[in-house]
Nanobody, 127 residues
Framework: QVQVVESGGGLVQAGGSLRLSCAASGLTFSLYAMGWFRQAPGKEREFVAAISRTGMTTYYADPVKGRFTISRDNAKNTVFLQMNSLEPEDTAAYYC????????????????????WGQGTQVTVSS
């Protein structure tokens, strides 16, 4: 049984930082590209960041470039999202997702290509 569990969300003031974690189990983690998405109230889910199987390739949505960093630790079956210089517009539920890919350099931006999703963790940035 595959499980994807996010943690690390919370309330932070604008300009602050948070580090989200996503632990996956029940799958061979190193065979999966990973991604972070977010959904604010009344808005559609949007792509935030993605990372390849080995971590060598990463990709970011324009609103978070230069502020967020995605990384992974395959030994611990965990992917991280370091969020710095947070803005009120970053307030959302953040979701982690896993996608089986054959190539080690593949990153995935489309949510419909992901196989497994976590339940989400709330990030609230106050002004």
């Amino acid at each position: 049984q595959v499980q994807v569990v996010e943690s690390g969300g919370g309330l932070v003031q604008a300009g602050g930082s948070l580090r989200l974690s996503c632990a996956a189990s029940g799958l061979t983690f190193s065979l999966y590209a990973m991604g972070w998405f977010r959904q604010a109230p009344g808005k559609e889910r949007e792509f935030v960041a993605a990372i390849s199987r080995t971590g060598m390739t990463t990709y970011y949505a324009d609103p978070v470039k230069g502020r967020f960093t995605i990384s992974r630790d395959n030994a611990k079956n965990t992917v991280f999202l370091q969020m710095n210089s947070l803005e009120p517009e970053d307030t959302a539920a953040y979701y982690c997702a896993a996608a089986y890919v054959s190539m080690i350099t593949t990153i995935i931006k489309n949510d419909n290509q992901y196989d497994y999703w976590g339940q989400g963790t709330q990030v609230t940035v106050s002004s």
